[in-house]
């Protein structure tokens, strides 16, 4: 039979089957899609075929994926983490402070998304401690990221009304990710009595390491929508990639580098007659963003 993972804890899966059952299962041997070297070969999302044992169900192969959501290990290199499969959409919970969300951080999220073309909402939570500088700060980012097309809300997870965040939710599946502390599982929690996520205060999580979400695991809002909650990620590394593949993920250079001179062979780096370097200097790309994109390029793991 045919399955949809909820959950993964690495060795045990939660699997939705038709009718409505979840199963537990486990996975057989070697079950991997593809040559990357992912930490979890069965992701949240993935669908798969199991056969029934006992109660219980195991694994046997995983259907092939229309997407993932793929993080580069920033301390191992060469290893992969498919944080979800089969998404509509990434949701990113941002937040200004407690804790600091880096534009380097956002851009590389956002870059990991649009490789696979996969739409992004951006959420800047906890409003409510910005002051008006911060505030204006965070309008200032938000107009950044709406100028080529991502959606971008500011919120109070733990008491805006939530009409905008169920309606962008509506008929997908939707991947929702961000720092540890920024307010995830408060989200979700706050979308259905069914969601009865963990969420623990600013004093615990700040101790290094400390994570309240520990599994990725999808919710059923409705029949046709689903989140999936993530554990907190700190740094998110690129997976590998041509230097002239780069600005493809970025909409807005997209939307000009055909211009450029050298044509496809084009990174935008010093080359005589670039349409970026042209665009970031009459603004209409934002210097923030290229200077994101350079650091890509370098093979930086991540900008504070
Ligand atoms: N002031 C304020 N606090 C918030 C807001 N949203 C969430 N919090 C608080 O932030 C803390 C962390 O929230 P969580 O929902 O546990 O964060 P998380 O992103 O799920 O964290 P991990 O599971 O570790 O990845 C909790 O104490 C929440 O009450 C907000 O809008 N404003
Ligand atoms: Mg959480
Ligand atoms: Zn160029």
Same mark, same amino acid.
């Given at each position: 039979?045919?399955?949809?993972?909820?959950?993964?804890?690495?060795?045990?899966?939660?699997?939705?089957?038709?009718?409505?059952?979840?199963?537990?299962?486990?996975?057989?041997?070697?079950?991997?899609?593809?040559?990357?070297?992912?930490?979890?070969?069965?992701?949240?999302?993935?669908?798969?075929?199991? =056969?029934?044992?006992?109660?219980?169900?195991?694994?046997?192969?995983?259907?092939?994926?229309?997407?993932?959501m793929l993080r580069q290990s920033v301390k191992k290199k060469g290893q992969a983490h498919v944080?979800?499969?089969?998404?509509?959409?990434?949701?990113?919970?941002?937040?200004?402070? =407690?804790?600091?969300?880096?534009?380097?951080?956002?851009?590389?999220?956002?870059?990991?998304?649009?490789?696979?073309?996969?739409?992004?909402?951006?959420?800047?939570?906890?409003?409510?401690?910005?002051?008006?500088?911060?505030?204006?700060?965070?309008?200032?980012?938000?107009q950044r990221y709406q100028t080529f097309g991502t959606r971008t809300l500011a919120l109070q997870a733990t008491h805006d009304d939530l009409l905008e965040v169920n309606e962008i939710l509506e008929n997908k599946v939707t991947l929702v990710a961000g720092h540890s502390g920024a307010g995830k599982s408060t989200l979700l929690n706050r979308l259905s009595d069914r969601i009865q996520q963990a969420t623990s205060n600013i004093s615990s999580f700040s101790n290094k390491g400390t994570h309240t979400t520990t599994f990725a695991e999808m919710f059923r809002l409705d029949e046709h929508s689903f989140v999936i909650d993530t554990p907190g990620v700190k740094e998110w590394g690129l997976v590998d990639m041509e230097p002239q593949e780069l600005s493809d993920y970025f909409p807005e250079m997209r939307a000009v580098r055909t211009s450029c001179k050298f044509g496809a062979r084009c990174i935008h780096f010093h080359e005589p007659g670039c349409a970026v370097i042209a665009a970031v200097e009459n603004q209409q790309i934002s210097l923030a963003r290229y200077e994101s994109y350079l650091s890509m390029l370098a093979g930086e793991d991540n900008r504070k």
């Open positions: 039979m045919k399955g949809r993972v909820l959950k993964s804890t690495g060795s045990w899966y939660e699997v939705l089957i038709e009718g409505g059952q979840v199963l537990q299962a486990r996975a057989r041997g070697k079950l991997r899609l593809d040559d990357i070297n992912e930490t979890n070969p069965v992701a949240v999302g993935d669908w798969v075929d199991l =056969q029934p044992e006992g109660n219980n169900a195991v694994i046997s192969a995983i259907l092939p994926r229309q997407n993932h944080l979800a499969a089969n998404i509509d959409q990434v949701m990113l919970i941002a937040t200004l402070k =407690q804790p600091r969300t880096s534009l380097g951080f956002i851009d590389r999220f956002l870059v990991s998304a649009e490789a696979f073309r996969i739409p992004q909402v951006i959420i800047f939570n906890k409003r409510d401690l910005l002051t008006e500088t911060e505030l204006e700060e965070q309008t200032k980012l938000m």
